[in-house]
């Protein structure tokens, strides 16, 4: 594999850590999202555009090469995530709440400083199933929005929710992934007012899928598919219930939807693991690599470390490519 092992960009001041990061095969660059701002960099960790303007939470994202768009969940609540959001961006006005797919063109985004909404960069398209769902009665199936996503090919996205971690209730121990044809999307995608959120997207939604793992801390963080293995990789934040092993990594068949290790079994308790880190990027580059990134904070200001993996499939866990 021709990646560097370990790539290191800066980011400076940034709403808050690092959310996820995605690969462009055919420029090489990089692109990370740091919850309030999205960069492109190169394999040096050059940063070579940064996107601002987002008074939301951006989370885990996606690359879809047909498009040449990066594709990231982008949450606005005015609970305390949100509130804190604001408070480290200056910002002091509620904005309505809303979940919604960030579209972000990736050859618009030319220069080092951009605006999301006024350089015209970025789109949005509203998923009304999870606006439900969290506006629901004590947060249907205890969603408290969405983060993770993953396209499994040129059209077909993956995105979860977000589950509260609350150790009371039974509502709230499986993944919920909703699928999405994105090739018509189009349509109904529309430049974000944060003072007058739309509500442009699809009707519905193209499945809707349980995955039991038990349950996680704010559930999916980052969420990624690997052509090689046929499956999606869950990084999560683990759970607190004791009758679950609370891994930090689940593995999710693409075709069934369901856990899988591999090896036959599609049982929570086998089709996991604990290795540390994936829920602040995970990025697959083929062959059974990944870029896995990590936040690094010095003072005010925060950086990615981004490290080259290999999966093993037997230990269900990441090696470092250079070990």
């Known amino acids: 594999m021709n990646f560097p092992h ?133 947060h249907r199936y205890g969603c408290s929005g969405i983060d993770g996503c993953t396209f499994t090919d040129e059209k077909t996205l993956y995105v979860a929710y977000g589950i509260y971690g609350d150790t009371q209730r039974r509502d709230n121990d499986a993944q919920v992934l909703l699928q999405y044809d994105v090739s018509d999307w189009d349509a109904c995608a529309r430049p974000l007012d944060q003072r007058a959120m739309h509500r442009s997207g699809p009707d519905a939604t193209d499945g809707k899928h349980f995955v039991h793992t038990g349950n996680t801390t704010y559930g999916i963080q980052n969420l990624e598919y690997d052509a090689s293995l046929g499956a999606m990789i869950a990084a999560v934040y683990p759970g607190k219930k004791p009758e679950y092993p609370n891994y930090t990594l689940f593995f999710i068949d693409s075709d069934t939807l369901t856990l899988t290790d591999f090896a036959g079994h599609s049982d929570h308790r086998f089709c996991g693991s604990h290795f540390p880190y994936g829920t602040e990027g995970l990025c697959s580059l083929g062959g059974g690599y990944f870029y896995i990134g990590r936040d690094v904070k010095t003072g005010s200001e925060h950086s990615a470390l981004v490290e080259l993996y290999r999966f093993d499939a037997e230990e269900l866990t990441f090696h470092r490519a250079d070990i």
């Open 6 to 138: 370990t790539v290191t960009v800066h980011a400076g001041r940034t709403g808050s850590h690092l959310q996820g990061i995605a690969y462009d095969p055919q420029e090489k660059h990089l692109y990370l999202s740091f919850t309030t701002c999205l960069l492109k960099a190169d394999l040096t960790g050059r940063v070579l555009s940064r996107v601002d303007g987002i008074v939301g939470h951006l989370g885990c994202i996606a690359w879809n090469d047909r498009e040449r768009r990066v594709y990231g969940s982008l949450e606005y609540k005015n609970d305390a995530i949100g509130q804190n959001i604001r408070r480290n961006l200056g910002q002091d006005t509620p904005v309505q709440d809303g979940f919604y797919i960030a579209r972000f063109d990736a050859d618009k985004m030319d220069r080092p400083q951009m605006d999301a909404l006024g350089d015209s960069v970025m789109d949005a398209v509203f998923l009304r199933e999870v606006y439900d769902d969290y506006a629901a009665p004590g």
